[in-house]
């Protein structure tokens, strides 16, 4: 005897079977979907710390600089003139910690505010020096002149000494310092 039906397009069906075969896809597709979202996870759970590893430079840069330590309060006490320090900071370079040095000046603002400079030319990065004799800064490069706090006086350097970032903690004056783009009238962070 036969079970099979006619379909109207002439494909023969099996109408005992047909809720079988539903239940049967139905079951198929519920697994495929779960082995998919279950691989969806693993990638998910593996991936996540691979991208952090790989986008790390990219955050690390963005963090703010340190604190380096310039000195004592005390040894900036007299207010005889800008005094030349070497300070030591650590700069990130990809998956690479850099230890750098560099020459700042610690002087006197207008209303007797410690502040520290940067002794890089913002004309075109040349070291600056403090000429006690003359009272002023005198870059060695193209004679540009500045104020014993920093403030442009003559030649080409387009702005003044750049101000850093400055702190008093447990009686150290420390700095954050950081690298500005040359030949600018306006202090921008170098990228
Ligand atoms: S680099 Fe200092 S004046 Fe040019």
Redesign the pocket.
Known sequence: MKHGTQTNDGVEGCAGCAASDVVDIGRRSFFGALIGMGSMLIGAIVGTPLFRFVLYPVYAKGESGSWSDVGSVHEFDKNDGPVSKTITFTQRDGWREVVSTESVYVCRTGDGQLQVLSAI?P????SVAWQASQGKFV?P????QFKPDGRHIA???PRSMDPLKAQVKDGKLQVQFEYFQTNQPHQELLS
């Open positions: 030319c004309h075109l990065g040349c870059c490069c193209h004679g540009g030649g080409p350097p």
